[in-house]
Nanobody
Framework: QVQVVESGGGLAQAGGSLRLSCAAS????????MGWYRQAPGKEREFVAA????????YYADSVKGRFTISRDNAKNTVYLQMNSLKPEDTAIYYC?????WGQGTQVTVSS
């Protein structure tokens, strides 16, 4: 199973930006798709974005489309989530997932 570790969360103002990183280990990084999910207080975990093993295909939740960009660097075994035009409703714990493995999450807080 793949192990993943997220980083890059923090506090941002509405309209600001943050970049999350997810480092993976345990299996050939370029052989699996990766994704980001988030869970806000009192809500269920929801899909945010995903990227195919080659990076050639990306998928986004409607709520983040046009504001967030997922990318990967297979040479660094890392996937990124660039978050722009942040909104208070983006506040959540963000989780990275790959090949059945989940990270511990990183907190993102957006103030109005």
């Amino acid at each position: 199973q793949v192990q993943v570790v997220e980083s890059g969360g923090g506090l941002a103002q509405a309209g600001g930006s943050l970049r999350l990183s997810c480092a993976a280990s345990g299996r050939t990084f370029s052989s699996y798709d990766m994704g980001w999910y988030r869970q806000a207080p009192g809500k269920e975990r929801e899909f945010v974005a995903a990227i195919s093993w080659s990076g050639g295909s990306t998928y986004y939740a409607d709520s983040v489309k046009g504001r967030f960009t997922i990318s990967r660097d297979n040479a660094k075994n890392t996937v990124y989530l660039q978050m722009n035009s942040l909104k208070p409703e983006d506040t959540a714990i963000y989780y990275c997932t790959a090949d059945g493995g989940w990270g511990q999450g990183t907190q993102v807080t957006v103030s109005s």
